[in-house]
Nanobody
Framework: QVQLVESGGGLVQTGGSLRLSCAAS????????MGWYRQAPGSQRELVAA???????NYADSVKGRFTISRVNAKNTMYLQMNSLKPEDTAVYYC????????????????????WGKGTLVTVSS
């Protein structure tokens, strides 16, 4: 099966930087669009940034100019470089892949949809 695992969260002061990673594991053939979402306490989950398999990106207005999303397809890994962090960036950050094609012993190739990691907590102190 396929799993997404985030890492890199932690506590940082206002103005600091963090780099999040999302690693996909399994017999992966291809991953579609990947994205970072976040959910702050009492708030709905929101899209932070997304990147297609060919590298096209889009960002939430609140993070434009501060965050950079990237991916290395050969490593099935996605990153989020977060600079100039603000207290309002505090949230659990989740990794998502809209589609993942992978090899399965029983079904040969499976095209799965909507995969999520368990999240990594980012806390920005003022």
């Amino acid at each position: 099966q396929v799993q997404l695992v985030e890492s890199g969260g932690g506590l940082v002061q206002t103005g600091g930087s963090l780099r999040l990673s999302c690693a996909a594991s399994g017999n992966i053939i291809r991953i579609g669009t990947m994205g970072w979402y976040r959910q702050a306490p009492g708030s709905q989950r929101e899209l932070v940034a997304a990147i297609t398999g060919s590298g096209s990106t889009n960002y939430a207005d609140s993070v434009k100019g501060r965050f950079t999303i990237s991916r290395v397809n050969a490593k099935n890994t996605m990153y989020l470089q977060m600079n100039s962090l603000k207290p309002e960036d505090t949230a659990v950050y989740y990794c998502n892949a809209d589609t993942i094609s992978f090899k399965d012993p029983e079904y040969d190739v499976v095209d799965g949809m909507d995969y999520w990691g368990k999240g990594t907590l980012v806390t920005v102190s003022s």
